[in-house]
Antibody, heavy 120, light 111 residues
Framework: QLQLQESGPGLVKPSETLSLTCTVS??????????WGWIRQPPGKGLEWIGS???????YYNPSLKSRVTISVDTSKNQFSLKLSSVTAADTAVYYC????????????WGQGTLVTVSS | QSVLTQPPSVSGAPGQRVTISCTGS?????????VHWYQQLPGTAPKLLIY???NRPSGVPDRFSGSKSGTSASLAISGLQAEDEADYYC???????????FGGGTKLTVL
């Protein structure tokens, strides 16, 4: 059974870079037909897709975040990572990683999520 | 403001049927892109409930059904149960934004 698990600091200072890693178990991140994505949810609000990556390294990002986002993949560790630069309080959210099916674009399964708070 | 529009809340009594709408535009649902639905129980991660407009993943009860027409989609839940109380989100792809988009979410209350 495929499982995803987010990890990383729960507190980041304003203007710094948020860094998270998603570890995939129970399957290979190098599977064809799937991208691997990041989605976030501010407290009490809705879901926002951040970006997705293919095992080859091909990426595509939400245009509203593109200038600050970098997603990378490490197939040897079955992991993919998110970096979000110049964070502000508006970036405080639960960050989820998920398998992203293409070309249909559904997300399944999801990791349990990790809360990242931006505060000094 | 979400690209896909959902009602903030819906409610129904146990055993009843409720529907949740998801309205998009010609660059997403109306362009033929699939709509997917997620259920988010309190304090948990979203779970795929319906994919490809009307398909249920293994393990999802047939009380849940999805449909799509024109620039809109709907999620129907029949035989409401207390455990259905959750937030529901629709999601599709938008060609203008070149990415995935979500609705704002609908909170279902079982009375």
């Amino acid at each position: 059974q495929l499982q995803l698990q987010e990890s990383g600091p729960g507190l980041v200072k304003p203007s710094e870079t948020l860094s998270l890693t998603c570890t995939v178990s129970g399957g290979s991140i190098s599977s064809s037909s799937y991208y691997w994505g990041w989605i976030r949810q501010p407290p009490g609000k809705g879901l926002e897709w951040i970006g997705s990556i293919y095992y080859s390294g091909s990426t595509y990002y939400n245009p509203s975040l593109k200038s600050r986002v970098t997603i990378s993949v490490d197939t040897s560790k079955n992991q993919f990572s998110l970096k979000l630069s110049s964070v502000t309080a508006a970036d405080t959210a639960v960050y989820y990683c998920a398998r992203h099916s293409l070309p249909t674009h559904w997300f399944d399964p999801w990791g349990q999520g990790t809360l990242v708070t931006v505060s000094s | 403001q979400s690209v896909l529009t959902q009602p903030p809340s819906v409610s129904g009594a146990p055993g009843q049927r409720v529907t949740i709408s998801c309205t998009g535009s010609s660059s997403n649902i109306g362009a033929g892109y699939d709509v997917h639905w997620y259920q988010q129980l309190p304090g948990t991660a979203p779970k795929l409930l319906i994919y490809g407009n009307s398909n249920r993943p293994s393990g999802v009860p047939d009380r849940f059904s999805g449909s799509k027409s024109g620039t809109s989609a709907s999620l129907a839940i029949s035989g409401l149960q207390a455990e259905d109380e959750a937030d529901y989100y629709c999601q599709s792809y938008d060609s203008s934004l070149s990415g995935s988009v979500f609705g704002g979410g609908t909170k279902l209350t079982v009375l």
